[in-house]
C-alpha cells in the first residue's frame, strides 16, 4: 500500500508541474498588429503550400460572442486550424476578437508561443467561458486528441469520442454554434493508430491528459511515435467550408444529445461534400 500511495505522489506531483506550466488564459495576449504583420506572408504561405479554398465565412454572424466547432485533422501540425485562422481574421478583420483552444501541450511549447498572440489559449472550460464572455468569437475541436490522431483511412469521419460539453458552454454563455468542417489535414501524414493502448501503457493519460500516443508515417521521421516534435506536412489541398448556423434559442431549449447529434450531421455532410469534390488524397 506504501509503495502504491508514494507512486501516487509522483504522479500528483508531476500533474501539478505541467499544469503550473500552463499559462492562464490572458485574452490580452492575442495582438492585432502582430496578426495584420503576418496575415500577408503567412495566407500565401497556406495559399501556395496547401491550395488553402475557405467557403462559407458569411454564414458566421457579423458580430459578438459565437461558438465555432470544428472537426480536426492533421496530428500536432493541423493545418485546419490555420488555414480558418488566417481566413477568419482576414474575412472579418484583426480587430474581431477571436480566439482558439489548444492543448495545454502547445501552449506550453517555447516555439509556438507566437501562437498566443494569434488568441490561442488552452483548452479548459474556464478559458473558453471567458473568452465567449468577452464577446469573442471561439474555435473549438471537440474530438481533440482522439479525433485529430484518426488514422488516415477514416480522414473523412467526424468523430467527436462522445464528448458534448461544448453544448452546455454554448447553452450557458447564450450563443449560437456555427459547424466548420473541413477535408486533407489527415492526407498530410499517414496516421496508421492513435495509439490510446500506448499512452496507457506509458501513463500519459494520467500524467499529461494525453489520451493518444499516435503512430504514423511523416517527414522528416518515417516511423513517427507520439507526433510531440511535430513533422513536415505534406502539400495537401486543404478546404474548409462553415455550415449553417445553429441559433442560441434552439440550443437553449434543446437537450445536449439533440444539439450534438445536429451538429454532427451538419459536420458530417460538409465533409461528404466536401470529399466527394477530392479526386486523389494530398493532391485534392
Not at 74 to 101: I, K, M
Not at 120 to 144: D, F, I, Q
Not at 244 to 267: F, H, M, Q, R
Request: aromatic content about 8%.
Amino acid at each position: 500500500m506504501s509503495d502504491m500511495a508514494g507512486f501516487g505522489d509522483v504522479l500528483g506531483w508531476v500533474r501539478h508541474q505541467v499544469a503550473s506550466r500552463v499559462p492562464k488564459a490572458d485574452l490580452d495576449s492575442r495582438d492585432p498588429d502582430y496578426i495584420r504583420d503576418q496575415l500577408p506572408g503567412t495566407w500565401l504561405l497556406a495559399s501556395l503550400y496547401f491550395r488553402a479554398d475557405v467557403r462559407g465565412l458569411d454564414r458566421i454572424p457579423p458580430k459578438g460572442a459565437v461558438l465555432l466547432v470544428g472537426n480536426h485533422s492533421g496530428g500536432n501540425v493541423p493545418p485546419d486550424t490555420f488555414v480558418f485562422t488566417l481566413a477568419f481574421c482576414s474575412y472579418f478583420g484583426v480587430e474581431r476578437p477571436f480566439y482558439q483552444l489548444a492543448h495545454n501541450l502547445v501552449v506550453t511549447a517555447p516555439p509556438l508561443g507566437f501562437l498566443r498572440k494569434f488568441g490561442t489559449v488552452a483548452a479548459n472550460p474556464e478559458n473558453a467561458k471567458m473568452a465567449l464572455g468577452s464577446g469573442a468569437a471561439l474555435l473549438v475541436y471537440p474530438g481533440g486528441d482522439y479525433e485529430v490522431f484518426r488514422p488516415s483511412w477514416k480522414r473523412h469521419e467526424v468523430d467527436f469520442g462522445g464528448r458534448k460539453g461544448y453544448v452546455r458552454l454554448a447553452r450557458e454563455a447564450g450563443v449560437p454554434i456555427v459547424p466548420v468542417a473541413s477535408v486533407g489535414g489527415q492526407e498530410t501524414a499517414l496516421f496508421l493508430d492513435r495509439g490510446q493502448w500506448l499512452a496507457r501503457l506509458l501513463m500519459v493519460d494520467k500524467l499529461l491528459r494525453l489520451k493518444s500516443v499516435p503512430i504514423s508515417l511523416a517527414l522528416p521521421w518515417g516511423l513517427n511515435i507520439s507526433d510531440l516534435a511535430g513533422h513536415i506536412p505534406l502539400p495537401a489541398k486543404i478546404v474548409v467550408e462553415v455550415q449553417e448556423p445553429i441559433d442560441a434559442n434552439e440550443i437553449g431549449v434543446a437537450d445536449d444529445d439533440t444539439i450534438n447529434d445536429k451538429v454532427l450531421s451538419s459536420l458530417q455532410a460538409g465533409v461528404d461534400r466536401l470529399a466527394a469534390e477530392r479526386r486523389f488524397p494530398v493532391i485534392g
